[in-house]
Structure formats: structure tokens, C-alpha cells
């Protein structure tokens, strides 16, 4: 089915763009700042008009929770039909979609072909282990207008394939084991990055890579829990590559390195090796209360420091020194923040579950955003606050020295959104979206009077027959980078919620799909001479 | 004749697995009602954080302390709480009760208030004698049987444990072949049912979980893991017991496939509730959090989940409003209660609710003489044990005695009384050998025992044993301790063991009884004939006395008593040390080892105000003391929380 919805204003003339502005990976950049640093179409004040430009319902069956992920953007690929800003979306269904952005048009299908057969009749992972393709694909330049995707199909196997039309460049290669869950692709000097979390299908919770060039694969398993930031592994300017690990012992004597973060770098023979970790010093207490690092890392410099942010279900942020991660015994940072949110240290509903970003200002001032769900601690406090969230909302710090040292001092607040996910960055104005779905794991108690009778709860429960029904909508947001007011919101336009999904902005256009596989896209007039 | 425990295999490596499970996922000890269990013992029998060796070492500190509001009432304002593990699967809490209609469940790692409720109604003016208000600690469901001895060391579990089989590695594959699968490496993480890791080396293992706690093996004799006790209600009963022993440790460990409904715990009597765990049914992630009973000042009885402090049952009228209420009792899905002083028009007695149905069938029995003594206390068949203080006795009542009632229809069963004899504790049940015996302080500064068999004899007037007099001068113990050393008598040459309880599991483990100690709290001058063993005693003491056994023939002998403790209160155990609290005018706590006496730790100054009432309880591996200005304490090993 498509719907399709035209702004009659917009100014969509073809030829060259001047908008420079692409999203070919998860995060923006391997880095995983979130920060578009390219975009000249939004600002503060267009944004405020910014009108749903189209949506469109693509051919994805859900499995367990997860739908569609978050669209990659190329600005001007060369296709049969002339030069295109396309998207490509992947579906959680073994499927790619190419789109056009300009009107919304499906250009493309792809379903892989598969090497896995899931055993018949057999239960599925359940909302952790959904199967399928989970990890966002990566876009690489290829010349001329050409671009190739990068994908992990369900059964494990790297995919190739031309923007332009959706086929197949290469052969699949062997990368991952089959019926995994590896998160978003990063591809930095011809080497694919992945991470793999949940230990679904059997798959060891590892980082992995494929060189492109030697096509060998790589294994680093942190013997931790699962990797499972939402934007996949980061890579810093360095080459290194960080990624959060799950609920596991930390225990650097038996060379176990669970709720940390775990530092690696390929080697001449395009094999990871371990470069450094940190561990927060109460990671052992953090794993007994299953809080785990489940939020991609983002590496960023300021004023001649290798800063690296991580954080984590317990809503507190570390900022680490990439030189020296965790210092001498691995476990001091440069900054501990104090809790954002999560007084009650839930497992679920609770904590930092998307992802951040980092950004600079045309000032020099070096923030860090992030998005968390459940309330607001209630010892937080900002100069600025928009309101105190209870559903989730976006805190706002700011990289400064106070006495020589280097702290992360709250600049804002958000006001509430319904669990806030992924946060962007684009020319002054912060994107950020609330996923709406029902994030709770565990069975609530119900009072006696309550509809059905009196139930005692606490036992686990994330399935998704229980939890779909009680999910809600997505909203969209856009604020204003310098306070955290909401310029714009969605309000009710999006029907449907998301999960472990996120959100695309390139050229004046925000991206968002949802659990009914439906793809909005909401943008702002585009200058005269922009491209289509 | 000592009593030698056999753990099974299975038991124990189910209990390996959940001490593994609690090192990876917390301490898992828990205090289901005052008094630590049925018995009031006020015994955790063993912690993974807790012991003589870890108390020797620095680390033992505050943690968190938090301001409760509530107003006092009788100069006390806060109760002894009890404790869960495991709330929505990884939360430990305390329910405490406010004097003024409030009950608070606190996070036990952070002090953070997990939920508060504010029950309606007018207290009336607070006296000396009548207090009224929300004084009665909470209670959850205790199991009935004693949790067995556990020998071996534990504290600071820390770390330990977790995945067997080697730390991080790389490796990469041939070109072409993709990235090489490890060798019988599998997941890990949520997804693959949260398991802790195979139950391997254990790293630095402390002994499995104490009573109460998930997974500990139920002692010889007992019903095998996961069966129900002798006893257990029938099904559609509210879960059975502390979330603790027996059944699903493994389980527990390592259960909860993701995406797996729960079995949520119904209402009680509602249809289709689930079955009564059983053994208390241990940890599993699938398993609801629990509920703790709680009385509200109108003599209302509120069962409150412990995720949400909502109302699972419709709360019903238990005891008369502005009664004087002992703290509660939950066993085999009754709630009991003891009422004294007549305050609120409440006749002095003992109370009980079935809260398995909605009918909610209340059943009393009335001493017609004296008030009950603190809170009623079980032998291991169920028997109730009460005692009651000075009073007239009418035709058929009792006062100065200790009774026994049956447990479902407080019918009287045996007594024991002396006119000259004034109870002043509530009682304590042990069992030695092949008896159940109760343990009671009298005024004349001695302590009696009496088999729960045949209390008083024949003339229901001869105790077992009464002791000399431990306390010179007055003395208002409220209720005394008990712990009894355990020595691992496993022979070197023990078989291995068994394949299926998986790798690394323990071999079976013969453990014996060794020292019983009966503890006793004194305020004031010790009596002439008890010699001070670690300094000079002027304000009062722990006095830690010897239970011999001669052929059956039980006795008290000196054992060890503390340095000055001013106005001690009842003792806590863990793991072998004796945690004491002076009352004030500064609450201060101690630490002593339990077999002599050596202070190991002190609060110092660090609690500011005096002790509320005997606000005082354990549980995953911390104490806590409560304070009349509404100030919870919690001290443990930082456990890298901070």
C-alpha cells in the first residue's frame, strides 16, 4: 500500500543540489556523533513549519517488535531515471527498499535469499531474539554517483548491493553466524564493523569485522554481556573501535570485561585486538542489578583531548580520555555524572536505551545530548528546563574545565517525551523522537479492584503479545539546540510506535519508521536551487 | 546427639548455583518477617558478604541513609522492616512501617523509596501504654522449617563466579570463511536466559544463601526441592513463604527465556491463582515479586505487592482499630498477630487471618489475663507459641505463662505457668536433637526452657531448664537470638560430584551442628555470677550463652559476653557474627564474632539520633537501623555500588 502526501509548497526543481548533506551511516559518522555537520536546510526558525512530506507503507512483516530501522540517505545517486536523493531502509524481514525522498516512491524491493532455515514450528527468540535482519546497513561511495549498501541478511552473510537499483554487486560473503542480532554496520578504511548482543541463535556476543580487501572476518568476544548500542560499534578518528558491553561479571583477572567499555583495533592481520577498556567501579553491583552498557559510545575532540562518552541503563554518563580509558586501573574516568534519570536503577522502562550525540557550537562550546526514558532523577538539575520529564526527555551537558578538570555540566532540559530515543544534531536545531512502545518487561501488579482482579507482578515478561497492545504512538521532535525548547512536534501525525529503530535527517528531511511499517517523512521548503 | 545434615548433591549445587547466582546478581538473603523466621531467631544463617573474616577487614560502612516523615508516636516512629530480593527481578527492598499510617519500601542498595502508601484514617492521641498507630512491622509469608546449617566461609563474595571457561579473545577466520564460531561458547546477555554463567569455578564463593534466601537446601528430612512442606496450602493460596527456600534456585539462576510470560500470582482464592510455590519456590525470573502484609492503624490488614505497594486482596479488617499490635506474622497463608494492654477496647490475645480466600476469616484466642509478650513464634509443626505477661487471669485465662496453640483454630493446646514467674521476651523455638524446645527471659533476670512437646511438664509448672540469673536488677529484653556454629565434616574422600547437577557443582557436603548460642540482650549491671569475657560491662551487654546438651538433658552455660553496649536491644546474626545496637540517646552499632565475643565493628558516630523502638533487621547483606527522627540507616560492604 502507499500513501502518499505532497506539500504543495515545496520548491523541488531537478538538477544539482547545494545540500551536501548525506546519512550513510548509522550515527551520522563512525564516530557515532549524531551530528550533521553538512546540513544547510534546517535552522531554528524553518523548522517551526516543518510539515509531514509524505509517508509510505512498505512491505515489511514484523517480527516480534522490530519492524523497519532507521533509512540511510544518499544525496545524489545516478539512476536510470537521472541523479536521485534516495533511501534505503531495511526491514527486519530479510528486506531492503530503495526509495526516492523527493516524492516517496518504492524504486526497489529487495528480499534476500537465505542459507538459514528456521527450524518449523518452532518458538521464536522472543522480543530480545527477534531473528532476522537487525543491523541498520552501512552506504559507501562507489564513484560517479554510485553508492553500495552493506547489509547483514538474516543468515549471517554480508551483502553487497547498488543503491541505484537494488542488486547485487558481489557474491555474499561468509561474515557473522546465522540468526544472530548484530547491531548497525560502521565501515571505516574498508572494514565493516558489527556487534552482536543477546547471544541470540547461539551467536557469541562479540564484536566482529570483515575486511573488505582480505575478506577475513574477525571475532572479539569482551567475555561480557551482550554489545547492543543501538548505532552498533564506534570508531574513533583513530581507528579504534568502542562498544558498550551487557550484564556479565567485570573481572579483569580472569580477563572478564562485562559492563564496561571495551576498546579494539584490527590488527596486520585484520584481527581485532584488545586496546583498552574501562569499567565503571560499580560495574559488578551495575550487573546485578541488570543495568547494562547498552548505549553505543560516541567519540569526539575538544580543545586537543581525545574524548570518548559512554553510558548506560543507570543513566549516568562517563566521560572517558580515549588515551587512557579508565586511567591506570581501567576504572577511573575523566567525569562521572550524576544520575539523569532512573532513581528507582530498573531494568526495564528506565535508564539511556537509544543513542546520544555530540556536537559543537559556532561558539566553541562542545555539548553532549541524551535522550533517556522514564523520569527525570529527581536530584537532576539544568539551568534551563523545559519541564521534568516523567515519560523520558533529552538532557542537554556541556564539555567544560572547572579548575583544570573536565566535567559534563547540565545546560538543559527537555520537556517530557514518551521515552526518548536517538538524538540528532543538524545546524542548531536537535531532533529527537519518543518511541512510544511499552518499554515495561516485567508483569505489573493489579490492585484488587482494578479491571480483572487483584494480581501480584515482578515476574518477566517482555514478550511482545503483552507488550504491542500497550504501545503507543512515536512523536517527533525538534528543539533548539542552545536550550532545549520544542521548536516543532509531531503531535499526533504518526500513528504507530518503534522499537530499537531510529531516526534519519538529511537535507531538511527527518525520518522515522514505525512498528506498522510505515515510513514518514517530515521536511521543510528546500531553497530554490536545492536539488530534488 | 549432634544432628548431622546431609545435602544432597542437587541441593547443594542448586544452592551453588543461586550463591553463584547471588554473587553475579546480588546478595540474596532476605529477612521475611522480625526475627529473621518463624522461630524468631533472628538468624541469617549465611552471606556471601557478611562473616567473622570480612568484619575483620575495613569496608564494613555506611551506605545510604534516608529520611522517612512520619510523626512518632510513643517516642517511636519507625518498625523493623522486612526484606525481598528480586522485586521486577533484580530490586531488594525493605517494607518499613511509619508510626502514622505510612509503610515505605526502600531500595536496600540505594536507600531510594521504591513506593510509599498513606493509609486513611484519624490516629487517635498517642499514650505511653496505647500508642496506637502503624507500630506493627510488616511481614511476608515465612516458611516454617528452619533453613539448614551451611558450613563454610562466604563474605565478600564480590566478583566471584560468573562465566566459566576462559576471559576475552579474538580470533580471525580464513578469507572467505567468515568470522570463526568459538568452540562451546555460547551467548550470555538477557537474550539467552539471563544465565549467570555455567556455576564453574566459583571464584571467591561464599556459602550458599542463608534461610529464606533463594535457593538454600532444605535440611535432611525435609521435603525434597521444589515439593511443597508438610502443610503447604492447597492451591489458589497466595505464594507460600519467603521468596527463599528449596525448589528453584537453579532455576532461579538461570530461568527467564526471554520473552517468557511470568506467571503472575493471582489473587488469592481468585480462580486460576497460581499454586502455592512451595518451599518457599526460590528465585526464577518468571515468578511474581511477592506481597508483604501490613496493618494500617483502623485495625485493617493490607496485602501490598511488592512492585507496586498497591492492594492485590481487598484489605480487610483483621483487629480491632487502635489496638496495641505485636509485629506481624505470615506462615502457611495466616497472618497473626498478638494484641496487649487492651488498648483500643482490643481484648488481649492472639489473632489470626486466612488470607488464602476473600472470606478473610479472622480467629482469636483471648488470655483473659495478661497481654502477650512481643509477637508470637512457631515451632517447626506449626505449633504457635505466645507469652503472656502479669496479669489477673479469669476463670480459663492466662498470665505469667507460655502457650501453645494450634495454628489453624488458636485452640489451646499446653501451657506452661508459674505464678511467681513473669515472661519478659517474646519467645524463641529451636529445635535440639529430636526436640523443639522454646527459650523465654523472666523478670528475675533468668532464661527458661521448655520443650514445645510437653510445655511445663505433667503440672504444666516445670521448666527444662531455667537458668541463674543473667541481669541484675530489671530488665525488659523483648526478645532474645539464637545461632549454632556449622562444621563441614565433608570426608576428603567424597564422592563426585553428581554429573547432572551440572559442572562445577560442589560435591556433597556433611555438615554438623557445633555450638548453640542462646543471646541474650542486657540493659543494666550484669548479674553477680556472669563474668564480663571482653571488658568491663557498666551499661549492659550481649550475653551470649552455651545450650549443652547432656543425654537430652538441655542446660545454659556461660559462653561470652560483649563489650558495654548501653541499652542493647535484641541481636542480630549473620553468618556467624552478632550484630547488637544500643538504643541511645546515639543509636550506635556493633559488630561482634559470634563464637567469642571480639568486637569486629563499630557504627561509631555516625548515626545521629536514638534507635526507633527495635528498628533494627538484615538482609542482602547489610543491617539497617531505623531512628526516631525517621532516618533509615543502612551499613554493609560497598560491594562497588557507589
Request: aromatic share 8%; with cysteine.
Amino acid at each position: 500500500m502507499h500513501i502518499r502526501k505532497f506539500v504543495v509548497a515545496a520548491l523541488v526543481v531537478s538538477g544539482a543540489t547545494l545540500l551536501a548533506s548525506e546519512y550513510l551511516t548509522e550515527g551520522v559518522d563512525p564516530a557515532r556523533t549524531g551530528w550533521l555537520k553538512d546540513e544547510k536546510v534546517f535552522n531554528t526558525t524553518n523548522v517551526r513549519d516543518m510539515k509531514l512530506l509524505w509517508k509510505v507503507k512498505l512491505d515489511s512483516t514484523p517480527r516480534e517488535m522490530h519492524n523497519l530501522f532507521s533509512p540511510l540517505i544518499a544525496e545524489n545517486v545516478t539512476t536510470a531515471n537521472g541523479p536521485r536523493e534516495m533511501a534505503v531502509v531495511a526491514g527486519v524481514s530479510d528486506d531492503l527498499f530503495g526509495i526516492d525522498v523527493a516524492s516517496g516512491d518504492l524504486i526497489w524491493k529487495k528480499k534476500f535469499d537465505s542459507t538459514y532455515t528456521p527450524p518449523a514450528g518452532g518458538r521464536g527468540g522472543g522480543t530480545l531474539c527477534p531473528g532476522g535482519q537487525t543491523a541498520v546497513p552501512v552506504l559507501a561511495p562507489a564513484g560517479n554517483g554510485q553508492y553500495t549498501i552493506y547489509a547483514i541478511s538474516w543468515d549471517g552473510r554480508l551483502r553487497q548491493l547498488n543503491l541505484a537499483d537494488g542488486k547485487e554487486t558481489a557474491a555474499p560473503e561468509k561474515f557473522v553466524p546465522s540468526n544472530g542480532k548484530p547491531y548497525a554496520l560502521n565501515l571505516v578504511n574498508g572494514v565493516i564493523y558489527t556487534a552482536s548482543a543477546q547471544g541470540c541463535g547461539g551467536v557469541a556476543n562479540a564484536f566482529y569485522s570483515f575486511d573488505l580487501k582480505t575478506k577475513k572476518a574477525s571475532i572479539f568476544q569482551p567475555a561480557g554481556g551482550g554489545l547492543w548500542g543501538r548505532r552498533g560499534a564506534a570508531v574513533s578518528p583513530e581507528g579504534v573501535v568502542y562498544m558498550g558491553t551487557g550484564d556479565a561479571t567485570y573481572n579483569p583477572t580472569t580477563r572478564q570485561l562485562g559492563n564496561g567499555i571495551v576498546a579494539v583495533k584490527l590488527d596486520a592481520n585484520s584481527q581485532m585486538q584488545i586496546v583498552d577498556w574501562f569499567a565503571p567501579p560499580n560495574a559488578n553491583w551495575m550487573r546485578a542489578r541488570d543495568l547494562d552498557v547498552n548505549v553505543s559510545p560516541m567519540a569526539f575532540d575538544y580543545r586537543g583531548k581525545k574524548f570518548l562518552v559512554g553510558t548506560s541503563k543507570e543513566c549516568r554518563m562517563w566521560l572517558l580520555d580515549r588515551d587512557a580509558l579508565g586511567g591506570e586501573d581501567h576504572r577511573t574516568s575523566v567525569y562521572t555524572t550524576p544520575l539523569l534519570c532512573n532513581d528507582d536503577q530498573a531494568f526495564d522502562g528506565r535508564g539511556v536505551w537509544g543513542s546520544m550525540a555530540a556536537w559543537q557550537d559556532a561558539r566553541g562550546a562542545q555539548w553532549v545530548l541524551v535522550p533517556f526514558w522514564g523520569p527525570v532523577s529527581r536530584d537532576f538539575k539544568a539551568p534551563i528546563e523545559n519541564g521534568r520529564p516523567k515519560g523520558g526527555g533529552v538532557g542537554a551537558y556541556k564539555v567544560e574545565q572547572v579548575a583544570g578538570k573536565w566535567r559534563l555540566n547540565p545546560a538543559w532540559l527537555s520537556d517530557d517525551m514518551d521515552l526518548a530515543e536517538e538524538v540528532m544534531v543538524a545546524n542548531g536545531v536537535v531532533f529527537a523522537y519518543g518511541g512510544g512502545e511499552d518499554a515495561s518487561q516485567t508483569v505489573p501488579d493489579k490492585a484488587w479492584n482494578d479491571t480483572g482482579g487483584g494480581r501480584n507482578g515482578g515476574g518477566l515478561d517482555s514478550s511482545a503479545t503483552r507488550r504491542i497492545p500497550g504501545s503507543r504512538h512515536a512523536t517527533l521532535y525538534a528543539l533548539d539546540a542552545q536550550t532545549g525548547k520544542t521548536l516543532w512536534s509531531s503531535g499526533t501525525q504518526i500513528s504507530s510506535w518503534n522499537h530499537f529503530s531510529g531516526l534519519t535527517v538529511a537535507n531538511g528531511r527527518a525520518y522515522i519508521a514505525t512498528f506498522d511499517g510505515m515510513l514518514y517523512c517530515f521536511g521543510v521548503a528546500r531553497p530554490a536551487t536545492a536539488g530534488r | 546427639m549432634r544432628k548431622i545434615t546431609i545435602c544432597t548433591v542437587a541441593a547443594l549445587a542448586a544452592a551453588t548455583a543461586a550463591a553463584l547466582f547471588a554473587q553475579g546478581r546480588g546478595n540474596p538473603t532476605e529477612w521475611p518477617t522480625t526475627g529473621g523466621d518463624a522461630q524468631r531467631t533472628y538468624w541469617t544463617r549465611s552471606d556471601p558478604n557478611v562473616s567473622n573474616e570480612s568484619m575483620s577487614q575495613p569496608g564494613f560502612e555506611l551506605q545510604w541513609k534516608r529520611k522517612l516523615t512520619t510523626a512518632a508516636r510513643g517516642g517511636v516512629s519507625l518498625s523493623p522492616a522486612v526484606t525481598v530480593t528480586g522485586v521486577t527481578l533484580f530490586t531488594p527492598l525493605s517494607a518499613i512501617m511509619g508510626a502514622s499510617n505510612d509503610v515505605w519500601a526502600l531500595d536496600n542498595d540505594t536507600g531510594n523509596p521504591f513506593w510509599t502508601r498513606h493509609f486513611d484514617g484519624t490516629l487517635p492521641a498517642a499514650t505511653a501504654a496505647c500508642p496506637g498507630g502503624t507500630l506493627a512491622a510488616a511481614t511476608r509469608m515465612a516458611n516454617l522449617t528452619p533453613a539448614p546449617l551451611v558450613a563454610g566461609g562466604g563474605g565478600r563474595g564480590g566478583a566471584g563466579g560468573g562465566r566459566a571457561g576462559g576471559g576475552f579473545s579474538s580470533s580471525v577466520g580464513a578469507p572467505g570463511e567468515g568470522a570463526p564460531v568459538p568452540a562451546g561458547r555460547g551467548g550470555g546477555g538477557r537474550g539467552a536466559a539471563n544465565a549467570p554463567g555455567a556455576p564453574g569455578a566459583p571464584g571467591a564463593a561464599g556459602a550458599p544463601p542463608a534461610a529464606g534466601a533463594a535457593g538454600a537446601p532444605p535440611a535432611a528430612g525435609a521435603p525434597p526441592a521444589g515439593a511443597p512442606p508438610a502443610g503447604a496450602p492447597p492451591a489458589g493460596a497466595p505464594p507460600q513463604g519467603g521468596r527463599g527456600r528449596g525448589g528453584n534456585a537453579a532455576a532461579g539462576a538461570g530461568a527467564g527465556a526471554p520473552g517468557a510470560a511470568g506467571a503472575p500470582g493471582a489473587a488469592p482464592g481468585a480462580p486460576g491463582a497460581a499454586p502455592a510455590r512451595g518451599g518457599g519456590g526460590g528465585g526464577g525470573f518468571g515468578r511474581s515479586s511477592g506481597l508483604v502484609y501490613v496493618l494500617a492503624g483502623d485495625g485493617v490488614l493490607h496485602t501490598l505487592g511488592f512492585p507496586s505497594g498497591k492492594d492485590i486482596q481487598k484489605p480487610a479488617t483483621f483487629v480491632p482499630a487502635n489496638a496495641r499490635v505485636s509485629d506481624l506474622i505470615g506462615v502457611n497463608n495466616v497472618v497473626y498477630a498478638a494484641t496487649s494492654g487492651n488498648c483500643g477496647g482490643a481484648p488481649n490475645g492472639i489473632w489470626a487471618m486466612d488470607v488464602s480466600s476473600d472470606a478473610r476469616t479472622v480467629t482469636s484466642w483471648k488470655t483473659n489475663g495478661g497481654s502477650p509478650i512481643g509477637s508470637v513464634a512457631f515451632a517447626p509443626d506449626g505449633t504457635l507459641i505466645a507469652a503472656v505477661g502479669p496479669g489477673t487471669a479469669a476463670s480459663g485465662g492466662y498470665a505469667n505463662a507460655i502457650v501453645a496453640l494450634d495454628p489453624k483454630t488458636l485452640q489451646l493446646k499446653d501451657w506452661y505457668t508459674q505464678p511467681n514467674v513473669e515472661f519478659v521476651s517474646s519467645p524463641l523455638v529451636f529445635r535440639e536433637g529430636d526436640k523443639d524446645i522454646v527459650a523465654a527471659a523472666t523478670k528475675d533476670g533468668r532464661v527458661l526452657l521448655l520443650e514445645v512437646g510437653s510445655l511445663g511438664g505433667a503440672n504444666h509448672s516445670t521448666p527444662m531448664f531455667a537458668s541463674k540469673p543473667i541481669a541484675s536488677g530489671a530488665w525488659t529484653p523483648g526478645a532474645l537470638a539464637m545461632w549454632q556454629e556449622a562444621i563441614n565434616i565433608t570426608p576428603a574422600n567424597a564422592p563426585p560430584p553428581d554429573p547432572a547437577a551440572g559442572a562445577g557443582a560442589a560435591p556433597a557436603q556433611l555438615v554438623t551442628g557445633g555450638t548453640r548460642w542462646l543471646l541474650v540482650p542486657v540493659a543494666g549491671k550484669l548479674a553477680a555470677d556472669v563474668t564480663a569475657s571482653n571488658g568491663a560491662v557498666t551499661s549492659g551487654a550481649i550475653v551470649a550463652l552455651k545450650v549443652t546438651n547432656d543425654g537430652g538433658k538441655l542446660s545454659l552455660a556461660p559462653g561470652w559476653t560483649s563489650r558495654d553496649v548501653a541499652s542493647p536491644i535484641t541481636p542480630l546474626v549473620v553468618n556467624g557474627v552478632v550484630f547488637a545496637a544500643s538504643a541511645g540517646p546515639t543509636a550506635t552499632l556493633y559488630a561482634f564474632n559470634g563464637s567469642t565475643g571480639k568486637e569486629l565493628w563499630t557504627s561509631g558516630r555516625t548515626i545521629t539520633g536514638p534507635l526507633s523502638g527495635r528498628s533494627f533487621w538484615a538482609g542482602s547483606g547489610q543491617v539497617y537501623a531505623g531512628t526516631v527522627d525517621g532516618t533509615v540507616y543502612a551499613f554493609g560492604f560497598a560491594m562497588e555500588r557507589k
